[in-house]
């Protein structure tokens, strides 16, 4: 609400500033007041400022008789777009008049205008965001997903908050598992094998050379030197890797095509090869990394752990680590791309790895006079089984991404084929990869993430509950409403003439499409995306309510604009909450 014509997104921060623009006018102390508003319940109003209370204490002054003197500053644009009442000990209360409910829906009525809205939130900042990054040579499976989901997901929302963001996969491509896969290589390649399912030769001679090192201690020692050549520049192993990491990297494509996944950046661990040299040296200098028997090690004195728990930079074999990568890493990033933040997405068993590394890293900067960019870990708890253990097949095995979409495709399959058997089979078949996919997507997203999570089938493929199935149906059930009258949502002639909300049904539906801004701020700036489907689920709800309510097709030219509008912004809502999801979105199912 910072000028009188535009309409601000962001209601929330708009209210904001007015207030802190009335504690001004009012003669408040600037430095001890903080408005404190929030999303009020929708009893209470749109929106509340509670801060009055906070700051009537410390001024011994009486909180009501504060409140009044603020509401009375208020810039008139507030009082025109709010009705605004005091409440209980002094809480500020705002309900968003019809009026302005309206001109907000019309200010926000494509995703572009959304977009250039929601941009405020991070302008221009570059991030970094690490995510996916499996180790090579390997099949991806379930332990795989949360990063990619969560990951893709945060990328999108913060990329729709202003954010200049880079995708980039941290792979891990040069770990000790190269010199037993390069010893099984020159020894045991099953050439017909490698070209059927190359990842699979790999698994299998990495198990091969391992079983071989463990039984023969001279067998470890030839490994161990394959490793050694590899990483001083031998032409031949070096020709092997490429190999593996282009078969791995395919592989990976693969799923990440499936996730709507594109990197902007692969740079894994080989690629800091001949950058870590760097961090030894200057954390050796700045007397931040210390020998202790022959490896490099940091210390936290002031941490309760890390003072006695090494963060080992480098081995006492004299082999870089994924420590030093990715100390390597930061420093690459921050130079390079001018990062002003990085997040890793990456599962909570590795929270002590990133406390010890953005604590070094910090130490490591002060120390060096360098800009450190943000560093958040973004973690995320375990996929279960319905037995509460790590999912696995029934012999124990991890199970393999591209089974689980496959076998999500097929459960999706017999949803929409039970529910629209008269659709094309071809049309059955996209549809359910869009629901199938979407469906494992979103249930992953749609809690927490810091908690475990129970990968239930029949609950995440349904159409009932926050599902992605229920929500694509809600998206292709607004279609279908245009779709009889030979409109598309957003279509001008449909909503031409059309007035304020009126009944309490078209209200209270209004008021849920307009917290589109705060579901995302939200999810943004906690770096959570459960926020916004926790939104678009109660959106959903909000437009079932009023679809029962109202009638959208009647004669009354008037009445149907207004609830066509109401249509097309729910669905664009929708449809433009499950895009920043990963998420791809139909128009029947
Ligand atoms: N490759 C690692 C793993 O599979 C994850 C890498 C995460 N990114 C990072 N910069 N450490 O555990």
Request: aromatic share 8%; proline share 4%; with cysteine.
């Amino acid at each position: 609400m910072s000028s009188r014509n535009s309409t601000p997104f962001h209601l929330l921060t708009g209210l904001d500033s007015a207030l802190k623009t009335a504690a001004g006018a009012a003669g408040l102390d600037l430095a001890l007041f903080n408005p404190e508003v929030r999303a009020a319940e929708a009893r209470h109003g749109d929106f509340q400022a509670n801060g009055v209370l906070a700051y009537a204490k410390q001024a011994k002054a009486n909180p009501r008789d504060l409140a009044t003197k603020l509401v009375a500053q208020l810039p008139d644009f507030v009082r025109e777009t709010c009705e605004v009442t005091i409440a209980g000990p002094g809480f500020i209360n705002f309900t968003l008049k019809p009026a302005a409910l309206l001109g907000w829906m019309q200010a926000y009525s494509t995703p572009a205008l959304l977009a250039a809205g929601a941009a405020a939130a991070r302008p221009g900042e570059v991030w970094i965001v690490d995510y996916s990054s499996p180790n090579t040579a390997k099949q991806m499976h379930v332990g795989h997903l949360r990063s990619a989901v969560i990951g893709e997901a945060l990328a999108r929302i913060m990329a729709f908050s202003g954010a200049k963001i880079i995708r980039d996969n941290h792979i891990g491509d040069w770990g000790t598992q190269f010199g037993k896969l390069i010893w099984a290589y020159k020894r045991q390649l099953d050439a017909a094998a490698l070209a059927r399912d190359p990842i699979e030769e790999f698994e299998r001679l990495y198990k091969a050379g391992n079983a071989a090192a463990e039984a023969d201690p001279a067998i470890l020692k030839e490994a161990q030197q394959e490793l050694v050549k590899l990483q001083s520049g031998d032409a031949e192993d070096l020709a092997i890797w490429r190999q593996i990491i282009d078969a791995s990297l395919t592989a990976f494509q693969q799923i990440y095509d499936r996730l709507g996944i594109h990197f902007d950046e692969t740079l894994g661990e080989s690629f800091y090869n001949d950058k870590v040299p760097l961090v030894y040296r200057e954390l050796a200098d700045t007397g931040l990394a210390a020998e202790s028997q022959g490896a490099l090690v940091v210390f936290h004195e002031s941490h309760p752990r890390f003072k006695t728990q090494p963060f080992i930079i480098r081995k006492s074999d004299g082999a870089a680590n994924y420590a030093s990568s990715d100390l390597a890493t930061i420093l690459y990033r921050a130079d390079h791309f001018r990062a002003r933040g990085i997040i890793y997405v990456v599962d909570s068993r590795q929270r002590d790895h990133f406390e010890q590394l953005f604590l070094t890293a910090a130490e490591w900067f002060r120390r060096t006079r360098r800009t450190l960019p943000a560093l958040h870990h973004v973690d995320f708890g375990t996929v279960l089984g319905e037995n509460n253990k790590p999912l696995k097949t029934r012999d124990g095995e991890n199970i393999k991404l591209k089974d689980l979409l496959g076998e999500a495709e097929e459960r999706a399959y017999a949803l929409v084929s039970a529910k629209s058997p008269d659709f094309p089979e071809a049309e059955r078949r996209s549809i359910a990869a869009i629901v199938g996919v979407g469906s494992v997507q979103y249930a992953d997203l749609a809690q927490n993430r810091s908690s475990d999570y129970l990968f239930a089938w029949d609950k995440m493929i349904s159409l009932e509950g926050n599902t992605a199935a229920y929500l694509l149906y809600a998206v292709s059930r607004i279609h279908s409403i245009f779709r009889k009258e030979g409109l598309q949502p957003g279509d001008p002639e449909a909503e031409a003439g059309a007035g304020a909300p009126e009944t309490p049904a078209e209200i209270a539906l209004a008021r849920k499409i307009l917290k589109f801004a705060d579901a995302v701020r939200l999810a943004n700036d906690s770096l959570r995306p459960h926020f916004l489907c926790l939104y678009l689920y109660e959106l959903a709800g909000e437009f079932s309510a009023f679809y029962s309510a109202d009638k959208v097709l009647v004669d009354d030219h008037a009445i149907r604009a207004r609830r066509l509008l109401l249509c097309a912004r729910t669905v664009l809502m929708l449809e433009t909450g499950l895009h920043l999801l990963g998420l791809r979105t139909l128009t029947r199912m």
